[in-house]
């Protein structure tokens, strides 16, 4: 992709996102990574990543690109290189997602926006806006929550 004066913003916003699921995947041992990888089960690491994802995201909102590689020499420590479809609403990122020893990265390929926003940056606060609405984040217990004058009874 053509860097633009925001791709270092863009990347910097997904990264942060999508730093609790690069999380979960380093739990995978390389070993078992790069074996899928090079046998090319691409469907083992679509459930790999769909597992890591759906527990921070809405379903559907981060993919497995169907495609990754690895990096894996004598004097080396493993690196692995994951193709990432990230679809909040309203954008569409393809990303390739670096899972290292200490560190995790993310480099965008390629990031449409449906409605392109007017204003330098907008399209910035759009992106962390609407990476935010995908979030995961569990409903308070209803039950706990009562309107005001409810009466409460002990179960």
Not at 5 to 11: C, D, F, K, R
Not at 40 to 54: F, H, M, P, Y
Not at 56 to 84: A, C, H, Q
Request: glycine content about 6%; overall charge negative.
């Amino acid at each position: 992709m053509r860097k633009t004066a925001n791709s270092a913003e863009h990347e910097k916003i997904v990264a942060e996102a999508l730093s609790p699921v690069a999380t979960e995947l380093r739990m995978i041992d390389a070993a078992d990574l790069v074996s899928l990888l090079r046998y090319e089960r691409w469907g083992n690491i679509s459930d790999l990543v769909s597992s890591a994802a759906e527990l921070y995201f809405m379903p559907g909102t981060v993919n497995f690109g169907t495609s990754g590689e690895y990096r894996l020499d004598w004097d080396s420590k493993p690196e692995i290189l994951l193709d990432l479809e990230i679809k909040p609403r309203g954008v569409t990122i393809y990303a390739k997602l670096s899972l290292a020893d200490a560190q995790a990265g993310i480099e965008i390929n390629h990031i449409a926006f449906h409605q392109p926003q007017a204003g330098d940056g907008r399209d910035a606060d759009f992106l962390a806006r609407t990476l935010s609405e995908a979030r995961f984040v569990p409903r308070p217990d209803e039950s706990r929550t009562q309107p005001a004058g409810a009466n409460s009874q002990a179960m």
